[in-house]
């Protein structure tokens, strides 16, 4: 997958969806990520200064959808707020030992929950204002890539 993201759009996207998201009191940067990243997209967030960064691997992206990926970071940004309460409200019940089973379901629930459900809510959004409406597969494609090639050796 040799995907390379234009900059121009990501300017765009950005701008666009700040506005839609309501988003418009914040100073909202991106960063161009050049190199190897595990992930598509990013948000780097400074409540008390209302700025945040939006960084975009434009090296090795697992999804197809620019538009998709800058929703999908500026809902993190929208949700911000509740995210931090219960997080640190799981630390406050279980403490922060990872190897403690408890802590480790709690958070682990509240993480997958949390991303499923700003992935549902980034689909919706796409579906009701985005140009490309197209759902990317990206991961799910390498995991069947990978999947294939394992069969191959």
Do not use: C
């Amino acid at each position: 997958m040799d995907i390379k993201f234009d900059e121009i759009a990501l300017e765009t996207y950005l701008r666009k969806w700040q506005d839609i998201l309501r988003l418009r009191d914040w100073n909202i940067r991106y960063r161009i990520v050049a190199t190897e990243w595990r992930k598509t997209g990013d948000i780097k967030i400074d409540m008390a200064d209302k700025e945040a960064i939006l960084m975009i691997n434009n090296y090795n992206p697992k999804h197809t959808n620019l538009e998709a990926v800058v929703i999908h970071e500026l809902l993190h940004l929208k949700l911000w707020g509740m995210d931090q309460m219960i997080e640190q409200l799981i630390y406050s019940v279980f403490g922060q030992e990872e190897n403690d089973p408890k802590f480790d379901f709690a958070y682990n629930q509240f993480m997958n929950t949390l991303e499923s459900t700003v992935e549902d809510l980034s689909k919706s959004f796409l579906l009701l204002g985005g140009e490309n409406k197209d759902i990317s597969f990206g991961r799910v494609e390498q995991l069947v890539r990978e999947e294939l090639h394992g069969n191959e050796e």
